[in-house]
């Protein structure tokens, strides 16, 4: 049986790899390379997926929809684990999961049973299937394009069940590991991606982010998604007994991760990663509760009250020093707790002189660091730099000390370097804020002062000596600090949340609509069929749901491109955009283009520095008027002007992009020969004769996005698969939360992670659809599973909170 799936996988992950749009070789060495990886390691070439998922999406160079790398990539890895055929592991597994396996077996095929009958409702509703390798979302393919998430993953199931059974510790480290993984890609992406076209602290612009995500070109919440699902696994990372790079890696997906949260201005991330993580805390409370000692869970509670206490003060503090201090001032608040946490140890075993040493040679500190920032152009930053450094210079030594006379020395110089950092905190607030930011800083100043005083004369230790504790503190002190940046530091999240209930009855009329399109018993019962939202939408008979759309045809063996401008009222945010990434250039750029029309429209055409669907202003824009003239072909020829475009920064390029969409509503463009040639005679355009069909172009509509999306994960199922389908996804669902959380799973060490991820997508899911996304869809899918799987056994040190490391 393996070896019958081995080969079936292998012999589809070729013939896809074959007709790779971009180059048929290279996708076959890929495949091959990943399925030897995966027969040799199992565990390596699974985790690889949720790693490289969030880009490994190609479409706006490959034109491909209905397939893409993340088929090749799944085909490859069950081939080369399925030719492994590791046999022992696979009865063991079958025999640990007893009479359950049955019952979840059933369920799943209950609900795979109902996906097949909707493709195929799919295929019908689209007037039959018609194989294509170009088909666009109102053709019949779609059905096909977004079912196939969940064999996917029902094709990888078996797999991790087999390693979770056979070699259960290692297998969860790894899963686990692999989807914090999957988050820190997802998060330098981001970071990329605002670096490249906004600036990290620019939250006042209306640009949301979308990584790689290229299934948001018409909309939806893949970023959103990905970003709630792998979040958990990150956070359960720092909170493992891991190696110290594998912690500090977690500790940089978490804080980068809150930075791509909090950017994609997102009310329902905002809500969901909250939710999630808060049932991520609870779920490994009570298991630590079922599992650890009364003194270990009393130690938690106590790391667990400080770490609460702690961040509710930063953020206090972060919150009335920003309006007048701004990012230095945080940042100047964030270094010196950073200093204040470890240093609290070696000030409880100071003498009393050693503090008064301490506070008097901080005072001269603080009075050289004063004249330092007279006297340097932006010397009060240089002096918050230089106290930071001798603070933590002397930490270490205080730290390494063991005799009592050197730890007394090094905890007094320690004192007097944090003193001076403190006045430098006040340099740096007037120096940005001036006379008005003294007040608000002096408190936090004398708040923290305050602090280390208790701390430091205390006999017990105020919060947990544990650097890791410390250190992942810090980690969410950062993200606190970020939070704050973006709430407070623009305008654009304040003007999110004051229009929420606005957009709320926009969304209740949206479901309406889309539910009233179920017109008969059968539809409700079974759905429209997987992938037929848009093609309904479009047929409903109201004009401003006809949104643009391309087709590709086929005259005296020669293809051309059909494109449509949709009937809504037409602006720079509607209109529907064919698309090429081009290489960076010297303007003006000389477009041409064959058209034919049999109504008298018009043509826009761009170049822009743009990422998905926002450009950073840099653009070269061009309208061309094209006359009717049924069925004869007419040249159109225009110049773009403009100095040409550049690629930015070698370490956050941009995407520089060519655009052409029809500007007149309801217009229709049959367009061939497109060419775009720079100043000095470049050809820019790949593929524009469209003899390699949609290959290097992509589709996008920048601003209206309601046409492609049922915006509610459950309703989307319901439309596409009626009663029957939801009622049975809901089941599933529920079996894997059940499991996890009251079930035998319960105390597993992947179940509360497992549990945070899938409630923080549901969350997400109530406010857009998800599932029409396969990449998302199949980690969704591949989580439930593996929850429906996930055997009872728990190790205890997995269980324990890092609290009582």
């Known amino acids: ?187 330098l992406l981001a970071l990329w991606e605002r670096w490249a076209y906004t600036g990290l ?144 140890t070696p000030l409880r075993r100071m003498p009393t002189s050693g503090w008064v040493v301490g506070a008097l040679a901080g005072l001269v500190l603080s009075l050289a660091l004063v004249l330092l920032a007279y006297l340097l152009p932006k010397g009060p930053y240089v002096a918050y730099a230089l106290a930071w450094v001798a603070g933590a210079l002397a930490l270490l030594g205080a730290l390494r000390r063991s005799a009592a006379t050197r730890l007394s020395r090094s905890a007094a110089l320690l004192l007097a370097a944090w003193l001076s950092l403190l006045a430098a905190m006040l340099l740096v607030a007037w120096h940005w804020g001036g ?7 002096a408190l936090v100043v004398i708040l923290l002062l305050a602090a280390a005083v208790l701390a430091g004369r205390s006999k017990a230790a105020r919060w947990p000596e544990s650097l890791r504790w410390q250190g992942s503190l810090l980690g969410a002190l950062a993200a606190l600090a970020t939070t704050v940046g973006v709430v407070f530091g623009g305008a654009y999240m304040s003007e999110r949340f004051a229009t929420g209930a606005r957009d709320f009855d926009g969304r209740l009329a949206h479901w309406s609509a889309g539910l009233a399109l179920l017109d008969d018993p059968l539809t409700w019962a079974f759905g429209k069929g997987t992938g037929r939202y848009p093609a309904n939408h479009f047929l409903s008979g109201k004009l401003k749901d006809q949104v643009g759309d391309y087709r590709l045809r086929e005259e005296g063996g020669e293809r051309y491109l059909v494109l449509t401008g949709g009937k809504h009222p037409i602006d720079w945010g509607e209109l529907f955009r064919i698309s090429q990434r081009v290489a960076p250039f010297v303007g003006p750029v000389s477009v041409r283009a064959d058209v034919r029309s049999a109504m008298a429209t018009g043509l826009h055409f761009e170049i822009c520095r743009k990422h998905l669907l926002y450009d950073d202003g840099a653009c070269m824009i061009g309208v061309r008027p094209v006359s009717a003239q049924v069925g004869k072909w007419q040249p159109v020829e225009l110049q773009l002007p403009g100095a040409g475009l550049s690629s930015g920064d070698f370490f956050a390029p941009h995407f520089i992009t060519f655009s052409v969409g029809v500007n007149t509503s309801g217009g229709l463009v049959e367009l061939d020969n497109l060419s775009a040639r720079d100043a000095g005679g470049r050809e820019l355009l790949a593929n524009g004769d469209f003899a390699r069909g949609m290959a290097r172009w992509f589709s996008s509509s920048d601003r209206h996005h309601l046409p492609w999306h049922m915006k509610n994960m459950f309703l989307h199922v319901l439309f596409e698969q009626g009663w029957v389908g939801l009622v049975l996804f809901s089941a599933l669902v529920l079996a894997g939360l059940w499991r996890l959380s009251l079930g035998s799973a319960r105390d597993h060490s992947m179940s509360a992670a497992l549990v945070a991820a899938i409630v923080g997508f549901l969350v997400v899911g109530l406010f857009d659809s998800l599932l029409d996304v396969p990449r998302v869809a199949f980690l969704f899918y591949l989580a439930l599973l593996v929850a429906l799987d996930l055997p009872e056994e728990m190790h205890r040190a997995d269980a324990a909170p890092a609290a009582l490391r």
């Open 201 to 344: 602290a620019d939250f006042s612009r209306d640009y949301r982010g979308t990584a790689l995500f290229w299934e948001m070109h018409v909309g939806g919440a893949a970023f959103d998604g990905f970003l709630v699902l792998t979040m958990p696994f990150a956070v359960r990372e720092l909170l493992r007994p891991v190696g110290v790079w594998r912690w500090a890696l977690a500790a940089a997906a978490v804080v980068l991760g809150a930075y791509a949260c909090l950017t994609t201005f997102s009310r329902a991330v905002y809500l969901a990663v909250p939710i999630g993580l808060l049932a991520l805390a609870v779920l490994r409370a009570q298991s630590a509760r079922r599992l650890s000692l009364p003194a270990s869970a009393a130690s938690a509670a106590s790391g667990g009250s400080a770490a609460w206490l702690i961040g509710a003060g930063f953020g206090a503090a972060a919150v009335a020093i920003f309006p007048t201090s701004g990012y230095r001032g945080m940042l100047a608040l964030f270094g010196a707790v950073a200093l204040l946490l470890p240093m609290a």
């Open 1 to 187: 049986m393996h070896a019958a799936l081995a080969l079936i996988c292998l012999a589809l992950c070729a013939a896809l790899a074959w007709y790779h749009p971009l180059s048929g070789t290279l996708a076959l060495s890929i495949c091959g390379a990943l399925a030897l990886l995966s027969a040799w390691r199992p565990l390596a070439g699974l985790v690889v997926l949720p790693v490289a998922l969030p880009a490994i999406g190609l479409m706006p160079w490959t034109g491909w929809l209905t397939f893409e790398e993340l088929d090749l990539a799944v085909l490859a890895v069950a081939a080369g684990a399925y030719a492994r055929g590791d046999r022992a592991a696979s009865l063991t597994a079958a025999g640990a999961a007893g009479g359950a396996t049955a019952l979840k077996r059933l369920l799943v095929a209950s609900f795979a049973a109902a996906l097949i009958v909707s493709m195929t409702r799919g295929f019908a509703d689209a007037g039959g299937f018609i194989w294509g390798w170009w088909q666009g979302y109102h053709e019949p393919m779609n059905s096909l394009r977004v079912a196939k998430s969940f064999f996917l993953a029902m094709l990888l199931a078996p797999l991790w069940r087999i390693q979770l059974r056979a070699r259960p510790e290692r297998a969860g480290q790894w899963l686990g590991s692999g989807l914090a993984g999957g988050l820190l890609i997802v998060a």
């Open 435 to 441: 006379a008005s930011a003294l007040a608000p800083m």
